[in-house]
Structures are given as C-alpha cells and as structure tokens.
C-alpha cells in the first residue's frame, strides 16, 4: 500500500513536470505572435536581478519575442555547462537609451584608452556593453573601447547591460573562468561567474536593439574573461579580460 501511494504520487509529480514543459512551448511559441508593444528602459529595471523565470512572467518576454520573432532557439546550447544562468530581464531599446545609460555609467569609471582598460570605482557599477557594433563587428564595445580589460572592486554589485547591436548575428555574453584561446563551443571551455550569463539576443532589426540585463556581485576575486557563448564567437576573438581585485 505505501508503495502503492509512492508510486502514485511519482506519477503526479512526473505528469506535473511533462505539463510544464508542454506550457513553456507553448507559451514560448504564443508570444512569438502576441502583439507589439512599446516599450522603454529605465535604469530601475536595470537594477532588478531576476531568474530564469523571467522569461515566463509577461510583458518582459512577449515584447521581445515578437519584435524579434525569437523563442524558441534561446534554450539549446545556452543550457549546457550546468551553471548558474540568470539570463536577466530583456527588453528592446534604441540607440538614444544604449547612449544615455553609457553616460550613466561612465559617472564611476576610469577609461584608459592606452592600456585599453576601464576602471570602475566603488561598490556599484553599470556595465553596458554593446555586442557587435557597427565599428567593431564581432567585438564587445564598452565605452568606446574594443574588448577592453575591466577592472572592477571585490564586492561591487554590478548591473550588466548588453545589448546587440548586430543586425547580422546573434550574441550572447557571459563572465567566465577559462581563458583563452577558446573552443567553438566556448560555453563549455570552464565555469562562469554566479549570476553573469545573458542568454544569446537576436540580432537588431530596424534600429531596435534587443538589450538583456542582470544583477551579480563580483563576490569572487580573480581573474576572468567575459565571452560571446555564441559557438564560434569567443574563438574568434568576441571576449575581453574581467579583473575583479
Ligand atoms: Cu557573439
């Protein structure tokens, strides 16, 4: 009898589990075709940290989804190496917005165009990182800088805001261990750093940049990368240095 009851309720939770992928399929397939919406940034929703549930909680994933008729290929590869992957909010946002939060950023940051490093001062810092811009096809830009080395206190909560400005690929990005030189399936060249991965954003589409953002603290002292998980990117130069000291 008590096996009896185990096993029914093994059932339950098994049927439970199959009916929730099934509804993230679909819900990922329906928002593809939901209705546009307008919709702006704000440095508030930069600052909220989120999981991965996020991508099921509305407005958030349907805007973006259906600007960019995208869903369903944001899973696959971006769910290997079994880290800690936060994904973030996701939104669309134009060029004017990448600009304003560039000069928000800037306020606590020290940019050294010799060494190619930017310095970022005190327990709170805005990154914002443009994947992939016009002048830097397949490069981070941050600042004005290519793939530059970032410096960042122990302990400092760090926003990251990246956003596609490629609108011929797809990017993604991710605060890594492994150092280089990197594989074709760099995702899965070493650990990531808790709470930094931004799933892979579409390419642009007519001025409008596909933008995700996260919350992380730079808790772990040491040297790391910042990498496009995308395959092929990371080894074909898409990465910078991370010190975080
Ligand atoms: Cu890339």
């Given at each position: 009898m008590k096996v009896g009851i185990t096993i029914a309720a093994l059932s339950v939770a098994g049927i439970f589990a199959i009916g929730l992928i099934i509804f993230g399929a679909i819900n990922t397939v329906s928002s593809v075709s939901m209705q546009n919406k307008a919709r702006t940034h704000s440095f508030e929703t930069a600052q909220t940290s989120s999981t991965a549930t996020a991508q099921t909680d509305g407005s958030d994933s349907n805007t973006y989804s259906s600007r960019f008729?995208?869903?369903?290929?944001?899973?696959g590869y971006d769910?290997?190496?079994?880290?800690?992957?936060?994904?973030g909010n996701q939104a669309s946002v134009t060029e004017s917005t990448v600009l304003n939060d560039m000069s928000i950023a800037r306020h606590n940051s020290q940019v050294d165009e010799k060494t190619n490093t930017i310095t970022y001062l005190g327990s709170s810092v805005k990154l914002v990182i443009e994947g992939s811009p016009e002048q830097a096809d397949d490069k981070f830009v941050i600042d004005g800088l290519v793939n530059p080395k970032l410096i960042i206190t122990k302990g400092a909560d760090v926003t990251t805001e990246f956003v596609n400005?490629?609108?011929d690929m797809p990017h993604a990005f991710e605060i890594t261990n492994a150092a280089p030189p990197?594989?074709?399936?760099?995702?899965?060249d070493g650990g990531v750093y808790p709470g930094s991965v931004l799933r892979t954003l579409p390419k642009a589409s007519n001025g409008h940049y596909a933008m995700a953002t996260t919350t992380f603290q730079a808790s772990q002292p040491g040297t790391f990368y910042y990498i496009?998980?995308?395959?092929g990117h990371a080894q074909k130069g898409m990465y910078g240095k991370l010190i975080i000291k």
């Amino acid at each position: 009898m008590k096996v009896g009851i185990t096993i029914a309720a093994l059932s339950v939770a098994g049927i439970f589990a199959i009916g929730l992928i099934i509804f993230g399929a679909i819900n990922t397939v329906s928002s593809v075709s939901m209705q546009n919406k307008a919709r702006t940034h704000s440095f508030e929703t930069a600052q909220t940290s989120s999981t991965a549930t996020a991508q099921t909680d509305g407005s958030d994933s349907n805007t973006y989804s259906s600007r960019f008729g995208y869903g369903m290929m944001s899973g696959g590869y971006d769910m290997m190496g079994g880290a800690d992957y936060s994904y973030g909010n996701q939104a669309s946002v134009t060029e004017s917005t990448v600009l304003n939060d560039m000069s928000i950023a800037r306020h606590n940051s020290q940019v050294d165009e010799k060494t190619n490093t930017i310095t970022y001062l005190g327990s709170s810092v805005k990154l914002v990182i443009e994947g992939s811009p016009e002048q830097a096809d397949d490069k981070f830009v941050i600042d004005g800088l290519v793939n530059p080395k970032l410096i960042i206190t122990k302990g400092a909560d760090v926003t990251t805001e990246f956003v596609n400005e490629d609108a011929d690929m797809p990017h993604a990005f991710e605060i890594t261990n492994a150092a280089p030189p990197y594989g074709y399936m760099s995702m899965m060249d070493g650990g990531v750093y808790p709470g930094s991965v931004l799933r892979t954003l579409p390419k642009a589409s007519n001025g409008h940049y596909a933008m995700a953002t996260t919350t992380f603290q730079a808790s772990q002292p040491g040297t790391f990368y910042y990498i496009c998980q995308y395959p092929g990117h990371a080894q074909k130069g898409m990465y910078g240095k991370l010190i975080i000291k």
